[in-house]
């Protein structure tokens, strides 16, 4: 689920919106690059927010401070955004994405001081891991246990990163999770009356299981240790 096997053409068919927002991504910044001007509109500030410049409340989700950041989030939604791209569908996506990102950004305009400026897409980001840490426990019916694993481990490391790294948006980060999890069973429905799933059932105390699908969980952990890599390298979040 995780796995990118697609080439490019295959990707923007399959997933318009993610190829948009990412594209969005790159072109933003590299205005950002020839024009602070445009920045300086744009970010998020709350003392500005507060004085009705509402849409820093949105343009902050698609901004990023350096390339390292802008690949760090954008390589994120690429391998985490497809699945609920495919769920949701294309109207549902986008209003969750948004959303997610807008309230992980008014969590920020309470919570810190007026004079703070703020930018990426984390908020948004975590409110998809929100959403997978909904369906882990609560509809195990669209996400199996081995992705269910995966999602529970990134979800560790980005946490240990938000507390580690001094320039991320911690407000951003927990509220955009917390978001994402509360606004799940809205855009997801309620879906079969099966049992929640546990934490001992997903991470059963057994010997892993050998064979074809061995090598393509090692192409997941690879691809999640270059993340911690690259968040490591990341500088502002």
Avoid: C
């Avoid at 309230?103 to 975590?126: C, D, K, M, Q, W």
């Avoid at 081995?146 to 938000?162: E, F, K, R, Y």
């Amino acid at each position: 689920m995780f796995v990118r096997t697609e080439n490019f053409r295959t990707f923007r068919r399959l997933y318009p919106i993610i190829t948009i927002i990412v594209a969005i991504h790159l072109v933003l910044w590299l205005i950002v690059q020839f024009s602070p001007t445009f920045l300086n509109l744009t970010v998020g500030f709350n003392l500005l927010v507060w004085q009705g410049e509402y849409w820093r409340l949105v343009t902050p989700i698609f901004l990023h401070a350096s390339l390292t950041h802008l690949l760090f989030n954008s390589l994120s939604l690429v391998l985490f955004g497809p699945g609920v791209e495919r769920m949701l569908g294309k109207g549902k996506f986008i209003a969750f994405y948004l959303l997610g990102g807008i309230l992980a950004n008014v969590a920020t305009l309470l919570l810190r001081p007026e004079i703070y400026t703020h930018l990426g897409a984390s908020g948004a980001i975590f409110a998809i891991f929100g959403l997978y840490f909904y369906m882990v426990f609560l509809r195990p019916d669209l996400l199996d246990r081995a992705n269910s694993q995966v999602i529970l481990t990134i979800l560790v490391i980005g946490l240990v990163m938000t507390f580690l790294n001094q320039n991320i948006n911690v407000i951003a980060h927990l509220f955009g999770f917390f978001a994402g999890t509360v606004l799940a069973p809205f855009f997801l429905g309620r879906g079969p009356n099966s049992a929640p799933r546990s934490f001992r059932a997903i991470f059963p105390k057994t010997d892993r299981p050998r064979g074809p699908r061995s090598g393509k969980q090692t192409i997941v952990w690879i691809v999640l240790i270059g993340l911690v890599l690259v968040g490591v390298l990341a500088r502002y979040m």
